[in-house]
């Protein structure tokens, strides 16, 4: 897999280094009590696509083979598409489309992620049963009710902040969205210059469909190599992980 780097416009707080510490032991523990625990696991997360090349989600920036030393203005109101997506060994789930009925990307919610969650993911998790659930600590992700709902798809098997299995705030190398999928579509949504919103999604549904099973294995069992690293690192960063000069 191509090492695509992540750019965060903050760096770790001193309270996030026992954190991710914390996650990466308990991950691989996890792992070891469950051989399936990696390929039962959905690592789900949202990204930004713009029309003109940026592909971004709060104070992260994605970056796929091209030199991200390079300086682009960005338009004070871009043009984008909003998607979820989850990543499992087997398939990609999605993608979902935070949009209204014009196709304008809208904010998400904590009440439109639980819609996203009952009427999209809901429903393809029938022949799922035992999955985990991996989300990042989005406010929309964590309200109240939106933990409720998950907890009654999911039981216990949750990793996601306000949960038992608590995931490390501001650590998009350890997830695969943010470590591999993003800059993996920045590389090939883009390629043939797409010049609406339109295009940019048939483009990314495209990407998913031609994804093939064995590198979705690889990228999920490098999740676990990551969490592997992290712990080396005593919860430091990746090598892939990069800072805003």
């Given at each position: ?7 965060l ?16 032991v ?8 469950d ?12 990204a ?30 871009p ?29 998400v ?22 999955y ?16 409720q ?57 495209q ?12 990228v ?12 080396d ?13």
């Open positions: 897999m191509y090492p695509y780097k992540v750019q416009v903050q760096s770790l707080k001193p309270a996030d280094f026992q954190k991710r510490l914390n996650y990466a308990r991950f691989q523990r996890t792992a070891r009590n051989n399936e625990f990696i390929h039962k696991l959905i690592m789900g997360d949202e930004h696509f713009h029309l003109n090349g940026h592909v971004n989600k709060q104070n992260t920036r994605f970056w796929g083979s091209e030199n991200p030393r390079q300086v682009h203005a960005s338009p004070l109101h043009v984008k598409v909003t998607t979820w997506c989850g990543v499992t060994s087997e398939r990609v789930i999605g993608p979902f489309f935070f949009e209204d009925e014009n196709e304008n990307a809208v904010t919610t904590a009440e439109k992620y639980r819609d996203m969650l009952v009427n999209f993911v809901q429903p393809q998790l029938v022949n799922m049963a035992g985990w659930w991996q989300q990042d600590g989005a406010t929309a992700h964590t309200a109240r009710a939106t933990m709902l998950l907890t009654a798809m999911f039981q216990d098997r949750i990793i996601s902040l306000n949960s038992d299995f608590e995931w490390p705030p501001r650590s998009p190398d350890l997830t695969a969205p943010d470590f591999w999928l993003w800059g993996y579509f920045k590389d090939k949504v883009y390629a043939n210059k797409p010049r609406t919103i339109q295009e940019i999604k048939a483009n990314i549904r990407e998913i469909l031609s994804l093939q099973p064995q590198m979705l294995r690889s999920m069992e490098n999740s676990l190599e990551r969490a592997r690293l992290c712990e690192e005593n919860g430091g960063y990746l090598r892939d992980i990069i800072f805003r000069d």
